[in-house]
């Protein structure tokens, strides 16, 4: 194996882990809740189980455009250089609002938020399998949150977006058990 195959094996590897891994411990948060915990709101926010509903469908949103199914990735420019992913998360702001399609359609279950995280860890997983250099590299998006970033950076995000939501998950079961 050549240097840049390794090199693409060795990101993949991190990709996967980084995802897996936070992906892992949200799952794991929501499985250990109480159901009236994990789906009760204060009526101003969502509930832990629809953070989790939100983040399954931004993986899976994610997940095609990193294994193609979503026709979004275009060519980069020749000369493309990538921001260090750490750079571009440093900007994002604290709170976002979420795009339509990715907003809960309203009370969601907390075993329904568990399968939908769950299937699109598959999907991650799957997507990242098949996930080329040629691809990873020179294929990308442009996102006003990120700017133009490659695949392999989508899959940076996806991470990023799964921890920053698991923080936001166990706030609020500590909220919600702490309450009267």
Known sequence: MDVAGGNHLARVRHLREAFSSANEKLVGRLRG????????????????????????????????????????AKPLPERFEPKPWTEIEAGMPERLEAPGAVVPPGPVRRQE?????????????????????????????????????????VGDWAAGHVERHLRQVTGLLEQSSAAP
């Open 33 to 72: 809740a109480e159901d009236a915990a994990a789906e009760k709101t204060d009526g101003t926010g969502w509930s832990a189980a629809q953070v989790g509903w939100h983040v399954a469908a931004v993986n899976t949103r994610f997940a095609a455009l990193i294994s193609g199914d979503a026709p979004n």
């Open 113 to 153: 938020a568990v399968a939908a995280l769950e299937s699109s860890a598959v999907k991650m997983a799957r997507a990242l399998d098949t996930l080329t250099a040629e691809r990873g590299g020179k294929l990308g998006v442009t996102n006003p949150l990120v700017g133009t970033i490659n695949l392999y950076q």
